[in-house]
């Protein structure tokens, strides 16, 4: 069987799942490839994406992995051609992923994954993968987060009716609607509305080594981690964010999920399987999950996470998002530093940025 042919069969199989097909993208040079894997050369010690313009290596050096980070876990570095070449790739994903975007909130009624593709001359499988791969969110994820943005804003207007907000964020009947406003809103929309009265919100104050911590949960997960000097103005800040919900004091159930999340504090690294209530606009959204993909001990720019959610020249809306995150370390904006490696502001204070990234094993090359 050619290339060409094991080419067709990958990209209508949705994967380049075996070794053959992997093999056929790197013969073929298949951009369609990229972000499925990425291929090592064990002569040269180095990987590339299956598009890369490098000279073709022998089958019997070549060795295949999933993601760039497996890659170099094995011990691989990144090919410095390959580097020119994913450039441009990454332009043209960044340029497909931002048209779709913009086809996405210009619709009445968000477009299916197969019109969206076709707006942007992809196939459907491989536009998915692009624009997850660029964004953090599949394009039904991001339809939903930007609709549900704009009922927020819809609802937070003056004299604002709730039937009207419905059909102006995109729901073109209220069932529609009342089946999925719970999980965006995470509450009824009058309540909403109305600033979430009777909303339960249990919340706990404690002590960490960075200082003061405020704990919170509402009915989806946990929905506040603050960090501070001082206990009460953390209450004050999680009562702006909540300004008619009603605020429980945790009993003694809720002071050990605190001390889940105050280990968590104190070493990043084991992470925190506990679940997320994260509300944002559509925006904040896709730059929190972009922060969650980084892992403990590597940081980013802020340059490099608009170019993650294919929006490069959003550098200043990004670090807005960052300073607007109310979940400490779970959201790791004390990940983003900037372009030169020197630290940035951060909502907690740079000391507190400085200790997490220490705790981390981000040791050098940060200043302040």
């Not at 997960?221 to 209450?235: N, T």
């Not at 002071?255 to 990043?268: D, H, K, R, S, Y």
Request: proline share 4%; charged share 25%.
């Amino acid at each position: 069987m050619n290339a060409k042919k094991k080419l067709e069969q990958a990209d209508d199989a949705g994967a380049y799942v075996t070794d053959d097909e992997r093999w056929a993208a790197v013969q073929g040079r298949d951009a369609r490839a990229d972000g499925h894997f990425v291929y090592g050369v064990r002569t040269t010690g180095v990987y590339c994406r299956p598009s890369a313009s490098a000279r073709l290596p022998k089958r019997e050096n070549v060795v295949f992995f999933d993601t760039e980070r497996e890659a170099k876990t094995a011990g691989y570095r990144a090919s410095q051609r390959a580097s020119g070449d994913r450039t441009a790739v990454s332009d043209q994903h960044a340029a497909a992923v931002a048209k779709a975007c913009r086809e996405i909130e210009r619709a009445e009624t968000p477009p299916n994954l197969e019109e969206l593709a076709a707006k942007v001359g992809l196939s459907p499988f491989h536009f998915h993968r692009v624009f997850k791969a660029e964004t953090g969110l599949t394009p039904k994820a991001y339809a939903s987060a930007y609709r549900a943005s704009k009922l927020r804003g819809g609802l937070a207007q003056k004299d604002a009716k709730v039937t009207s907000a419905i059909y102006d964020a995109g729901f073109n009947s209220n069932s529609r609607f009342y089946a999925a406003s719970k999980s965006m809103l995470g509450m009824r929309a009058k309540d909403y509305r109305a600033g979430a009265p009777n909303i339960e919100i249990r919340f706990a104050v404690g002590q960490c080594s960075l200082g003061a911590i405020l704990v919170a949960q509402s009915q989806r997960g946990i929905c506040a981690i603050l960090l501070g000097d001082d206990p009460e103005s953390l209450v004050q800040d999680l009562e702006d964010q909540f300004p008619k919900a009603r605020l429980i004091g945790g009993d003694a159930g809720f002071e050990q999920l605190v001390a889940q999340v105050v280990g968590f504090i104190e070493a990043p690294s084991l992470g925190l399987n506990l679940p997320l209530d994260v509300q944002g606009t559509a925006f904040q959204e896709r730059v929190w999950q972009a922060l969650r993909e980084i892992p403990p001990g590597a940081t980013v720019s802020y340059a490099q996470v608009a170019a993650r959610i294919g929006q490069p020249k959003a550098t200043r809306a990004v670090a807005q998002a960052c300073g607007a995150n109310h979940l400490a370390v779970a959201i790791p904006c004390h990940r983003v530093i900037r372009r030169g490696g020197e630290l940035s502001g951060y909502r907690w204070g740079v000391d507190r940025k400085r200790e997490l990234l220490t705790r981390e094993g981000f040791l050098q090359g940060v200043t302040s």
